[in-house]
Each structure stands twice: as C-alpha cells, then as structure tokens.
C-alpha cells in the first residue's frame, strides 16, 4: 500500500467522520426542538387540566346551588298543598 492509498483512505474516513458530526448536529437540534414542543404541550395539558378541576368545581357548586333552591321550592310546594 502506497502513500496515496492511505491518503485516500484518510480522506474517506474525514468524509464519513464530517458526514456523521453533521447528521449528529441536526439530529441534536431537532432533539431541542422536540424537547421544547414537548415542553409547551406539558404545560398546554396542566392549563387544560386546571381549567377543566376549575369548571367542575364551578358546576358543583351550581348543582348544589339548584338542589337547595329545589328543596326550598319542594318544601313550599308542600306547605301549600298541605294546608
């Protein structure tokens, strides 16, 4: 083996060794940027979440609030037909 077949095989090699930092720099970027939209879903789900406990916590206490006024209006209808 010559010279100038080691030096062509070196260059194969940085070529190939040049190729994969490249693929390695984009994959590390997309990999940020997935990590980021993973994030901003994350806490896209808590806000979704919280507001959905808020509307429960508000739809009780209208459930609550129609079931007493129902039972007052029973407890009238009653005391009317009663007397």
Same mark, same amino acid.
């Given at each position: 083996?010559?010279?100038?077949? =080691?030096?062509?095989?070196?260059?194969?090699?940085?070529?190939? =060794?040049?190729?994969?930092?490249?693929?390695?720099? $984009?994959?590390?970027?997309?990999?940020?940027?997935?990590?980021?939209? =993973?994030?901003?879903?994350?806490?896209?789900?808590? $806000? #979704?979440?919280? !507001?959905?406990? !808020?509307? /429960?916590?508000?739809?009780?206490?209208?459930?609550? #609030?129609?079931?007493? &006024? &129902? /039972?007052?209006?029973?407890?009238? /209808?009653?005391? /009317?037909?009663?007397?």
């Amino acid at each position: 083996m010559d010279i100038d077949d =080691v030096m062509l095989q070196f260059d194969e090699i940085e070529q190939k =060794v040049g190729k994969l930092v490249d693929q390695y720099k $984009t994959l590390e970027a997309k990999n940020a940027e997935l990590a980021e939209k =993973v994030e901003t879903l994350e806490e896209e789900l808590r $806000t #979704k979440a919280e !507001t959905e406990n !808020t509307f /429960s916590e508000q739809k009780a206490l209208i459930r609550s #609030k129609i079931d007493g &006024l &129902l /039972s007052k209006l029973n407890e009238l /209808s009653a005391n /009317s037909s009663g007397r």
